[in-house]
Structures are given as structure tokens and as C-alpha cells.
């Protein structure tokens, strides 16, 4: 009789089978599948929320340093970034020089301005941004 007893006592002990492993792995990878993409949207959305944050930072200097000199600062095309933070902003690093992002503003019509945020990688996906002396954007 307790030969009976041990051996019943081991049949109850069981794993999972492989028919239930793969359901769960199935379930994991429909929510990676659909979670990833969700979240590098997330990402793009939020740096192209700084880009235009740094245009806006931009123009309220902007708006000083014509107050104060009668005109406004410009610069070259292409990564002017390093020049805007030391000639803008005095040097502090406001613009993310190693961001996805480069800066340039460009004089326009005949007492203005525009100021320019393009991604870094064209391929990136991530979109140009323009912002005139109005705060309109261009």
C-alpha cells in the first residue's frame, strides 16, 4: 500500500506542456509586436518637440538681441548650432550640439528673420522645422 501511495503522489507532480510554452511566447511577441512600434513613435514625437522648443527659445532671444542691437543674429546654412549657443545665448549650451538636430537662422525679407531646425539623418524621419521673426511658422 505505500508503494500505491508514492506513485500517485508523483503523477500529480507536472510541468507545462509545450503546447502551453508556445502560447505564451506567442502572446509575448504579439506584445512586443505592437508595443516597440508605439514606443519609437513616442521617441520621434518627443525630439521633434525639442526641436521646436529650441525654435521658440530662439526666437524669444531673438527678440532681445534686436532690442538691444537693431538687428537680428544670423548665421550660415548647415549646423550653425555651436554658433547660435555662443553668440545667442552667450555661450551656454541651450541647443543640444550632439542632439538629432541642427540649427541655423537665415535673414529674410527686409527685417526679419527664420530660424531653421533640420534632423541631422535624412533617413531619420524626423521632420524640418521653420519659424520666422513672427513666431509663425514657415
Do not use: W
Not at 67 to 92: A, D, H, M, P, V
Request: proline content about 3%.
Amino acid at each position: 500500500m505505500i508503494e500505491l501511495h508514492i506513485k500517485s503522489k508523483t503523477r500529480q507532480m507536472t510541468g507545462f506542456t509545450l503546447i502551453e510554452l508556445l502560447i505564451v511566447v506567442a502572446i509575448i511577441g504579439i506584445i512586443a509586436g505592437i508595443g516597440v512600434p508605439m514606443y519609437n513613435g513616442y521617441i520621434q514625437s518627443s525630439k521633434e518637440s525639442v526641436a521646436q522648443n529650441s525654435l521658440k527659445s530662439i526666437s524669444l532671444l531673438e527678440t532681445d538681441y534686436h532690442t538691444e542691437n537693431n538687428k537680428y543674429f544670423t548665421t550660415y546654412t548647415g549646423n550653425q548650432t555651436r554658433t547660435i549657443n555662443n553668440g545667442l545665448f552667450s555661450g551656454k549650451k541651450t541647443l543640444d550640439e550632439s542632439g538629432d538636430y541642427y540649427y541655423f537662422v537665415r535673414p529674410y525679407s527686409s527685417n526679419g528673420y527664420r530660424a531653421y531646425a533640420y534632423p541631422k539623418n535624412n533617413g531619420s524621419g524626423l521632420k524640418r522645422f521653420c519659424l520666422d521673426h513672427n513666431d509663425s511658422p514657415c
